[in-house]
């Protein structure tokens, strides 16, 4: 089942300008997509275009369930409250029940380590404690998508593996999630399919060896195709 279908004609931050274009791509139940490509190449435009936080953009975003999360790469939090009072916040928004709320919570700060800092203001927190934070933050409400970007950058190992485990067990609830990043090696461990973007444009899409039958690498890693598609456009 599609739980959301993109299809960006062009998008970009100013009128005269577009920064993406024809970026066509769906999100089933329980699939893992990775987002890849070099610094610049429009990852995070994609995933704003899909939020629709782009005025111009052209093209259709169709999601199926309106129950998503996004994970900034930056995290943000308010400047004032602990975390447990953002998640009671965010119990009281969504109307999670109390009991069942306060449990998962309990369990998402004790996968992350945070159980000691629950107490604490976030904004004090370290990089990757911010963004260990944020993740517990976005899977209390039990969304049917994410949307992330670059959640590896400043994770411990502990905290790498605390997220990859949290992600294993949404998927088996049939979520689907989206993400952006740079740690080719993990990506082509845990994703199901990719999505290269170079250049503001799909270079090559689908599962590792759709992209190294696209990129004529039969034995390459995703590092390798990343590496043959980003030259290659550098050449034209
Ligand atoms: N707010 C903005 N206003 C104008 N241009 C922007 C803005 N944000 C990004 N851009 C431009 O859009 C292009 C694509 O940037 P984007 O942030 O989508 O890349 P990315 O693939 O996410 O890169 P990275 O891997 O470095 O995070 C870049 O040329 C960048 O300068």
Known sequence: MTLLRVDIKNAGYDKEKNIIQDIAFSLQRGELVGLIGPNGAGKSTTIKSILQLIENMEGEISFYDNRYSYIPERPIFYDELTLWEHLDFIAAVEELEDKAYKKKA????????????????????????????????ATITSPEIYIIDEPFIGLDPNAMKSFLTSIQEERKRGVGILMSTHVLDTAEKVCDRFLLVNNGKLAAS????????????????????FHFIAEELEDE
């Not at 309990?106 to 911010?130: A, I, N, V, W």
């Not at 689908?206 to 195709?225: A, H, M, V, W, Y």
């Open 206 to 225: 689908g599962t590792i060896k759709e992209i190294r039958q696209q990129c004529n690498l039969p034995e390459g890693s995703l590092f390798d195709c």
């Open 106 to 137: 309990e369990e998402l700060l004790r996968l992350y380590k945070l159980l000691d800092f629950g107490h604490e203001l976030p904004t004090t927190y370290s990089k990757g404690m911010q963004q260990k934070a944020m993740l517990v933050l």
